[in-house]
Structures are given as structure tokens and as C-alpha cells.
């Protein structure tokens, strides 16, 4: 079995697990520009210690050329404590933001896991 075939993808708007990546309306070549990646941007996720997302990778696709890995955020505190399951003072929300300088046209794919529900996907055009 490929590990492709273990991805899920669907509409983000639906599906609580997906991740979102948001850029600016207009992306110069050469110049850095802010991606935003989160997941539950319409139906939040409820990154508890039982069900969390626990990564996102964000990967770039030139037209021509090979994946190149863009960045990597791990989301750690679940609101564990000694107390119990959820009573801890720290929760993470799976956002992040980061800068990104192009000088070809692709896709940015972004990656999320839950710990429960597994790996999903999304991608969007990058163009100039």
C-alpha cells in the first residue's frame, strides 16, 4: 500500500480536519510573501488531549522540479496535566504563519495529522 493512499482530502468548509492554507491576493516572484496554515477554519477542531492535530507540513511543488519541504509546525500541548485529560493550562491551536519567497509558479500542499482521524491534504496554485 502507498502512502498516498492513506491521504484524505475533502472541502474544508466540511470537514474539520483539513488544512487551509491562506496567501495574499498577489504573489510576486522573488519576493517574500506570508502563507497562513491552520486547520479547523470553519468547523474547529477540538484539539483535546484525547483528539488532536499534532503536525502540519507545508510543501512546495514547482511546475518543473521536485517537492521541496517549506515548513513544519508541531502543536504540542493538548491540555494535559496530572490533574486529568483536558485540565492542563495549555492548549495549542494548529495556526501558523510563516514568510515564503518563490521564483517559480506551483502548488503549495499542506499536510495535517490527527491522531485519531490520520493524514489529510489540501493544496492551492501559486502564481505571480
Same mark, same amino acid.
Given at each position: ?31 517574500? $510573501? ?17 483528539? $488532536? ?19 513544519? $509546525? ?23 504563519? $510563516? ?30
Amino acid at each position: 500500500m502507498a502512502i498516498g493512499e492513506l491521504v484524505k482530502s475533502a472541502d474544508y468548509k466540511s470537514e474539520k480536519h483539513v488544512p487551509v492554507i491562506v496567501l495574499p491576493e498577489k504573489i510576486v516572484s522573488g519576493e517574500a $510573501f506570508t502563507v497562513e496554515v491552520s486547520v479547523g477554519k470553519e468547523i474547529a477542531h477540538p484539539n483535546t488531549t484525547e483528539h $488532536f492535530i499534532n503536525w502540519i507540513s507545508v510543501y512546495f511543488k514547482p511546475e518543473s522540479g521536485n517537492l521541496i519541504n517549506v515548513a513544519r $509546525f508541531e502543536y504540542m500541548a493538548h491540555g494535559e496535566a496530572v490533574a486529568g485529560a483536558n485540565q492542563g493550562p495549555a492548549h495549542a491551536d494548529p495556526c501558523s504563519t $510563516f514568510k515564503l519567497k518563490l521564483t517559480q509558479p506551483g502548488k503549495l500542499i499542506a499536510t495535517s495529522y490527527c491522531n485519531i482521524h490520520g493524514l489529510w491534504e489540501s493544496e492551492t496554485d501559486v502564481k505571480f
